[in-house]
């Protein structure tokens, strides 16, 4: 399978605690987005990288959350002290300028 | 802000049957649209695109038209099947290169 790969598809976590998910895109795209999803809603756009550079983050993006993408595949997206609000669906895709692929996501669960 | 609207949340058709999804868009500025179909579970599948400089594409049993006049994009399916049901999002881009989605249409095939 060589579409795009999230890690892992599940996670279930106390309030407080620190997460991080990993998304491997595409080998040739250059361009990798982080969304969230909750149920019911559609995709809402939290950033995104051309190569290493991140270059646009949503106003969603608190300071709690950290994307990288250091070598300009993979990107982790941390959440720090989680809350119960940040429950969802996280949704990473990639593109090489042409349509968004997405990956099948991480579930989030805070209890 | 601008944001991406369906006009029916669940669409019901008998199997067999053309199917067209409705969708409004407010950004007179979005110059690509892209609809996706997604499964419970699964991540948001890519369907067809089209640019603002064409008002119809199709692919295999899809359609999708754009009336860029009254900024309304549809898709159609034709001969729809049990394996389409899903919710289908369509999604716009404008300037940036995020997408922003609507909260989607439910397809519910009978037999």
């Known amino acids: 399978d060589t579409g795009v790969s999230q890690d892992p598809r599940h996670k279930i976590t106390k309030r407080g605690q620190n997460v991080t998910f990993r998304c491997d895109p595409i080998s040739e795209h250059n361009r990798l987005y982080w969304y969230r999803q909750t149920l019911g809603q559609g995709p809402e756009f939290l950033t995104y990288f051309?190569?290493?550079?991140?270059?646009?983050?949503?106003?969603l993006l608190s300071d709690r959350f950290s994307a990288e993408r250091p070598k300009?595949?993979?990107?982790?997206?941390?959440?720090?002290?989680?809350?119960?609000?940040?429950?969802?669906?996280?949704?990473?895709a990639s593109s090489q300028g042409g349509p968004q692929h997405f990956g099948d996501g991480t579930r989030l669960s805070i209890l | 802000g601008e944001s991406v609207g369906l006009h029916l949340p669940t669409l019901s058709v008998q199997e067999g049957d053309n199917s067209i999804i409705n969708c409004a868009y407010s950004n007179s500025a979005s110059d690509?649209?892209?609809?996706?179909?997604?499964?419970?579970?699964k991540g948001p599948q890519f369907i067809i695109d089209?640019?603002?400089?064409?008002d119809k594409r199709q692919g295999q049993r899809v359609t999708v038209l754009l009336n860029k006049t009254v900024k309304h994009l549809s898709l159609q399916i034709a001969a729809t099947q049990p394996g389409d049901s899903a919710v289908y999002f369509c999604a716009e881009i404008a300037?940036?290169?995020?997408?922003i989605f609507g909260t989607g249409t439910r397809l519910q095939v009978f037999p």
Do not use: P, V
């Open chain 1, 50 to 59: 051309q190569n290493e550079a991140q270059l646009e983050k949503s106003r």
């Open chain 1, 72 to 92: 300009g595949s993979f990107s982790t997206l941390e959440i720090q002290r989680t809350e119960q609000g940040d429950s969802a669906m996280y949704l990473c």
């Open chain 2, 32 to 41: 690509y649209f892209i609809w996706y179909k997604q499964e419970s579970g």
């Open chain 2, 50 to 54: 089209i640019r603002s400089n064409m």
């Open chain 2, 95 to 99: 300037n940036t290169d995020k997408l």
